[in-house]
Nanobody, 124 residues
Framework: QVQLVESGGGLVQAGGSLRLSCAAS????????MGWFRQAPGKEREFVAV????????SYADSVKGRFTISRDNAKNTVYLQMNSLKPEDTAVYYC?????????????????WGQGTQVTVSS
């Protein structure tokens, strides 16, 4: 079965950086889009970023555009989220998600596979 395992979360001061990783197994990683979502306490899960199967297309939520970068290494079956200039409002559990096709959008229903999440906490 498909497994997604996130790592790299933690506590960081505002203005700092973190890089999240998501290791995938169980299907041909390079054929599918990958996404990152997040969920803060008391809020709904929200889209953060998506990358197409070959890394050629990316899309970001307006709230992270210019600060976060999604990338992938198909040889390592891993997708990354580089987060710079972090703000307290970025505090959330971050989830890696596997898409249904070559490119998936911002709707979480397009992602049948999910990791367990990794906590990111940004202090002010």
């Amino acid at each position: 079965q498909v497994q997604l395992v996130e790592s790299g979360g933690g506590l960081v001061q505002a203005g700092g950086s973190l890089r999240l990783s998501c290791a995938a197994s169980g299907r041909t990683f390079s054929r599918y889009a990958m996404g990152w979502f997040r969920q803060a306490p008391g809020k709904e899960r929200e889209f953060v970023a998506v990358i197409s199967w070959d890394g050629g297309s990316t899309s970001y939520a307006d709230s992270v555009k210019g600060r976060f970068t999604i990338s992938r290494d198909n040889a390592k079956n891993t997708v990354y989220l580089q987060m710079n200039s972090l703000k307290p409002e970025d505090t959330a559990v971050y989830y890696c998600a596997g898409g249904r096709s070559y490119y998936s959008g911002s709707d979480y229903s397009h992602y049948p596979y999910w990791g367990q999440g990794t906590q990111v906490t940004v202090s002010s």
